[in-house]
């Protein structure tokens, strides 16, 4: 079966700091792979996606980067944090063709001081 | 946009009433989900209905979809304490199946 890995679960950082949130599947390959960030009391809103290796798509100009170095593992990034990174930050696979199903990883709340 | 739109945005009921939320979007879809999100935790998926169904079962889940209208609902019945959550759906479009989110309706089934 397959399963969504995202660490860590809790981060605080200062502002001005890097990040690297990290998040692995298990049990399939080639999916599709999405960052969302969902500000408190609020839906989810897509940041990245990819469709394969290499491949990333931002939905929204932002403070953050994506990066997918294998098939399975998608990295989201960034240089010098912003108050306004703050919220929680959920990762999601899509299967193959005629699964469309998207399933979400547990999610990292990360708190920017 | 083609954002999911939930209606209404909170909604508290008896244990064993039945719960409706509705959902409204604005484009063409290739299917629509439903989560559920216990606060402070990760999305659950619920259900999907695919855009030429028009109505689905999954134990007290009922999901309908009527396109033309560019609506779905979510009825889960005999509700129990445990529902109590927040339920979200999500229009899916696209060759790259990117979903889009409301802000969700936070059920309350008070014991």
């Known amino acids: 079966s397959q399963t969504i890995h995202q660490w860590p679960a809790t981060l605080v950082q200062p502002v001005g700091s890097p990040l690297s949130l990290e998040c692995t599947v298990e049990?399939?390959?080639?999916?599709?792979l999405y960052w969302y960030r969902q500000a408190a009391g609020r839906g989810l809103q897509l940041l990245f996606y990819?469709?394969?290796?290499?491949?990333i798509s931002s939905e929204v100009p932002q403070n953050l980067s994506a990066s997918r170095p294998q098939d399975r593992q998608f990295i989201l990034s960034s240089k010098k944090l912003l108050l306004s990174d703050s919220g929680f930050y959920l990762c999601?696979?899509?299967?193959?063709?005629?699964?469309?199903?998207?399933?979400f990883g547990p999610g990292t709340r990360l708190t920017v001081l | 946009s083609q954002q999911g739109e939930e209606d209404p945005q909170a909604l508290s009921i008896q244990e064993g009433e039945n719960a409706t939320m509705n959902c409204s979007y604005k484009?063409?879809?290739?299917?629509l989900q439903w989560y559920r999100q216990n606060s402070g935790r990760g999305l659950v998926h619920l259900i999907l209905?695919?855009?030429?169904?028009r109505e689905k079962h999954s134990g007290r889940l009922r999901v309908t979809l009527d396109t033309s209208k560019k609506s779905s609902s979510l009825l889960i019945t005999a509700s129990r304490a445990a529902d109590t959550a927040s339920y979200f759906c999500?229009?899916?479009?696209?060759?790259?199946?990117?979903?889009?989110f409301g802000t969700g309706t936070l059920l309350a089934v008070q014991p």
């Open positions: 999601a696979w899509n299967g193959v063709a005629g699964y469309n199903e998207q399933f």
């Open positions: 049990g399939t390959s080639n999916p599709n």
């Open positions: 990819s469709v394969g290796i290499g491949q």
């Open positions: 484009t063409s879809i290739n299917n």
């Open positions: 209905i695919r855009s030429n169904e």
């Open positions: 999500a229009p899916m479009a696209g060759a790259t199946n990117k979903l889009i």
